[in-house]
């Protein structure tokens, strides 16, 4: 069944507020820098006071953020005691759980079918690609059973735990050979 995502989700923009260091109840404020490039969280370095926070932006375990501009990906967040805010880098993905698995609708928006679609949804210059709030939620999606949609996001983040397995593997091993080609013209020197 083809379902646009504005009948399934709620879409708002994130918010842009000024960081505060000696905030006396301390939020995140996520910006696309505070992720890798396997759309993982990294230490989030901006904190904005929650007194400044309208809860609406506070964002919740099954919500995803949605980079509008530059490049078009879906994050979701580890679970966490800390508190996050959606900067407004984002737009803010509320999805209605008993219609769409938000492990699922994550996996759908980085798919690269689904990304050559937003690619073509883009406005604005060719130097700053952005997709709007109304766009996205215009975005006609696929949405098979709930059953099916939970084990294509478990797979999804057994294909993500994995190649982020490889890629620290990769690393070590590469750390491993060049202490053994130092060791080996250490010995050479000697």
Same mark, same amino acid.
């Given at each position: 069944?083809?379902?646009?995502?504005?009948?399934?989700?709620?879409? @708002?923009p994130?918010?842009?507020?000024?960081?505060?260091?000696?905030?006396?109840?301390?939020?995140?404020?996520?910006?696309?820098?505070?992720?890798?490039?396997n759309?993982?969280?990294?230490?989030?370095?901006?904190?904005?006071?929650?007194?400044?926070?309208?809860?609406?932006?506070?964002?919740?375990?099954?919500?995803?953020?949605?980079?509008?501009?530059?490049?078009?990906?879906?994050?979701?967040?580890?679970?966490?005691?800390?508190?996050?805010?959606?900067?407004?880098?984002?737009?803010?993905?509320?999805?209605d759980?008993?219609?769409?698995?938000?492990?699922?609708?994550?996996?759908?928006?980085?798919?690269?079918?689904?990304?050559?679609?937003?690619?073509?949804?883009? @406005?604005?210059?060719?130097?700053?690609?952005?997709?709007?709030?109304?766009?996205?939620?215009s975005?006609?999606?696929?949405?098979?059973?709930?059953?099916v949609?939970?084990?294509?996001?478990a797979?999804?983040?057994?294909?993500n735990?994995?190649?982020?397995?490889?890629?620290?593997?990769?690393?070590?091993?590469?750390?491993y050979? @060049?202490?053994?080609?130092?060791?080996?013209?250490?010995?050479?020197?000697?």
């Amino acid at each position: 069944m083809k379902i646009s995502l504005k009948d399934i989700a709620e879409l @708002q923009p994130g918010v842009y507020l000024r960081a505060n260091e000696n905030a006396r109840s301390a939020v995140y404020l996520l910006g696309i820098k505070d992720f890798d490039e396997n759309l993982n969280l990294v230490e989030p370095s901006v904190i904005v006071d929650r007194s400044e926070v309208k809860d609406k932006y506070i964002i919740e375990e099954s919500h995803i953020l949605f980079s509008a501009r530059l490049v078009f990906n879906a994050f979701k967040l580890p679970k966490s005691k800390d508190v996050y805010v959606a900067s407004n880098s984002f737009i803010l993905i509320k999805p209605d759980l008993e219609k769409i698995h938000s492990g699922y609708l994550r996996w759908l928006l980085n798919h690269p079918h689904t990304q050559k679609r937003l690619i073509q949804l883009t @406005q604005g210059t060719s130097r700053m690609p952005y997709i709007s709030q109304k766009k996205l939620g215009s975005l006609s999606i696929d949405l098979p059973e709930l059953a099916v949609q939970k084990n294509i996001a478990a797979l999804y983040d057994l294909l993500n735990k994995e190649k982020t397995i490889r890629q620290k593997l990769t690393l070590k091993r590469e750390e491993y050979l @060049q202490a053994l080609l130092l060791k080996k013209t250490m010995n050479n020197e000697q």
